[in-house]
């Protein structure tokens, strides 16, 4: 089983900055995609950014210039660095990590979601 956890949520005024992390751990033997979702009250889950084994990233349109996704292969995590933070940005956000178990499972797992409020 692979179990993730995520840190660096919190309040941050408009304009601000954080820095989410998502730490994998379990019997891994390769990751794949590593993205992350949000989901405000109200709306579905959608997705933010994601980067592949490779290190080619993708995000959505409303987040483009101001978050960076990036990974560190070695420590099975990873970030989300948001700038320029704005108060509809508020949401739980949710990392989501897919690849391959030692024996060759596949598993596609969820955090367990940090709080992001933006606000004055």
């Known amino acids: 089983q692979v179990q993730l956890v995520e840190s660096g949520g919190g309040l941050v005024q408009p304009g601000g900055s954080l820095r989410l992390s998502c730490a994998a751990s379990g019997s891994i033997f390769t990751i794949n995609a590593m993205d992350w979702y949000r989901q405000a009250p109200g709306k579905q889950r959608e997705l933010v950014a994601a980067?592949?084994?490779?290190?080619?990233?993708n995000y959505a349109t409303s987040v483009k210039g101001r978050f960076t996704i990036s990974r560190d292969n070695a420590k099975n995590t990873v970030y989300l660095q948001m700038n320029s933070l704005k108060p509809e940005d508020t949401a739980v956000f949710y990392c989501n990590v897919r690849g391959a178990l030692v024996g060759g499972m596949r598993f596609d797992s969820w955090g367990q979601g940090t709080q992001v409020t933006v606000s004055s």
């Open positions: 980067i592949t084994s490779g290190g080619i990233t």
